[in-house]
């Protein structure tokens, strides 16, 4: 079980790094060809079509846990009608979706237009391109789901894998000023579409009992699926107004070419919230386990270590970030975002990496059927920063944005930690002491690196940018090892490795 975990945890890992990879060689390609306020504009649609997203009203997780639980049943007719219900239903909010979107781009995409003398045609074709992927994909996210209940993780990888490297290529060679915005949505839709069918494809290959006939929809079934999916429903619409909010506000308030200079900036941030969640990705069923078994005092335990051996590269990401985000920027797309940036990158890194001081919150809490927790608070959360946002951006501009996300932020987490810790059996107190507090002369150790490697070098390429970051960070473990670590963490990770070798 622990290397069917550690190889699905290292296949999203890999996963991500590679998009991150492909992020930093083609955004500055993007933003030359289609200029700010193309970009935006993919931004902001983006984020739409996020929102569209969760009218899937939670099923795909809540198709996840129940294909698991008929799985180690062995129920084949239950897997079965719980696919084609999953997949109908999916089929059906695909439809609407796509019927909205084609009624957009046939009759409103002119509004999307800088002004009305601008050829808009390409709004149109943008906006049908997203209809076709929508429709085709939202039934498809079954096969997607039923693969997570089988552990497949590595086979959604590696066709996503294949797909990324393939359309950035047709990017890379192919993109113009002049088809810049038609041909990253077609070379997205075709790669999206042809994963989603191929694992369609492949679902039902490798296990013929799966039937799309419509006799199998079950009414029954939908029934149950939804009441299960609501609690995840709430949390992932709070969670996404959360996140996607902003690049909406800058868009209709400042204009989408003002949505890049936040949206590029946040984007890259968002990779250590990524990496963190991949991490704690595997605790969710250890907790479960743990929980049916009543053994309170391995919970604590493993809370504690997981938490303490997870914060430590998120804290690593950040100081880097903070200090040597502008240089990168400057070096990555050009000095107008990394100015822009200077002024709230600080905010937004906080913003983005507060949840990260206590990453296995959702997971704990989701394991032991506490989540509806945050099904309850984070709507409002969510509806506090796009208030905070709308308020504080005529004032303050972006900075006013990351603020608005961050103020709510600063109140909530530290009601997340409190529940957590009340469940877990130990005060806040405990949970710093033995998670956070260790690593504090660590960072001060990298941050006062940071200053004098910056004093002595100027931050003039990447090579240089590299070197500092390397040393840096290696201050940061070299320092923790023997300040952080205890003689029990020090065989907790020893042991912990050892099992991901078996």
Same mark, same amino acid.
């Given at each position: ?30 933003? =030359?060809? !289609? ?12 984020? @739409?079509?996020?929102? !569209?997203?969760?009218?899937? !009203? ?7 846990? *129940? ?22 239903? /999916? ?16 009759? *409103?995409?002119?509004?999307?237009? $800088? ?25 498809? &996210? ?91 429903? @709430? ?20 204009? $989408? ?35 049916? /078994? ?81 099904? =309850? ?18 004032? *303050? ?33 405990? &949970? ?71």
């Amino acid at each position: 079980m622990y290397k069917r975990l550690a190889f699905n945890t290292a296949s999203n890992l890999g996963t991500l790094f590679l998009k991150l990879g492909i992020t930093f060689v083609m955004t500055p390609i993007l933003i =030359k060809n !289609m200029g700010n306020y193309d970009y935006g504009i993919w931004e902001m649609v983006g984020a @739409v079509i996020g929102y !569209m997203g969760m009218l899937d !009203m939670g099923i795909r997780p809540a198709v996840s846990r *129940f294909a698991a639980r008929f799985i180690a049943q062995k129920d084949e007719p239950a897997l079965t009608t719980l696919y084609a219900t999953a997949w109908y239903f /999916l089929l059906a909010i695909g439809l609407v979706i796509a019927v909205i979107l084609a009624i957009g781009g046939i009759f *409103f995409a002119d509004l999307m237009g $800088p002004d009305e003398s601008s050829d808009n045609l390409r709004y149109t074709w943008f906006l049908l391109i997203l209809a076709a992927q929508l429709l085709i994909t939202f039934p498809s &996210y079954t096969a997607e789901s039923y693969l997570e209940a089988y552990q497949e993780y590595y086979l959604k990888n590696n066709v996503t894998i294949f797909n990324s490297i393939l359309g950035s290529t047709i990017l890379f060679l192919f993109i113009t000023p002049e088809n810049a915005l038609i041909l990253l949505a077609a070379t997205n839709a075709v790669g999206i579409c042809s994963k989603y069918l191929f694992l369609v494809w492949l679902m039902q290959y490798r296990r013929p009992f799966l039937s799309l006939r419509r006799a199998y929809f079950s009414l029954m079934q939908l029934k149950e699926l939804l009441r299960f999916s609501v609690k995840t429903l @709430v949390q992932g619409i709070a969670t996404k107004m959360e996140n996607a909010t902003d690049n909406l506000v800058i868009g209709f308030v400042m204009g $989408p070419a003002s949505v890049p200079l936040y949206s590029i900036p946040a984007n890259l941030v968002s990779y250590i919230r990524l990496i963190s969640y991949n991490f704690t990705h595997v605790f969710m069923p250890y907790f479960s386990s743990l929980g049916a /078994l009543n053994d309170q005092q391995k919970i604590q335990e493993v809370y504690l270590t997981g938490s303490k051996f997870t914060v430590a590269p998120c804290l690593i990401l950040a100081i880097g970030a903070y200090s040597l985000g502008p240089e990168f920027l400057a070096l990555w797309v050009g000095n107008e975002i990394a100015q822009s940036a200077q002024t709230f990158l600080g905010v937004l890194i906080a913003f983005l990496v507060l949840p990260l001081f206590n990453p296995m919150a959702s997971r704990y809490l989701t394991a032991i059927d506490k989540h509806g927790f945050f099904a =309850k608070w984070q709507p409002i959360v969510a509806i506090s920063n796009l208030g905070l946002s709308l308020l504080l951006i005529h004032p *303050f501009g972006i900075l006013g944005v990351a603020l608005g996300s961050l103020i709510p932020a600063l109140v909530f987490q530290p009601i997340v930690l409190s529940v957590c810790c009340k469940h877990l059996g130990f005060s806040p107190l405990v &949970y710093l002491r033995s998670a956070l507090l260790p690593w504090l002369v660590p960072c001060i150790a990298m941050a006062g690196s940071l200053l004098l490697l910056k004093a002595f070098f100027v931050v003039g390429n990447y090579a240089i940018l590299l070197a500092i970051a390397a040393c840096s960070s290696a201050v940061f473990l070299l320092v923790g090892y023997f300040t952080a670590l205890d003689r029990n963490n020090r065989s907790q990770l020893l042991a912990i490795l050892k099992r991901k070798k078996h």
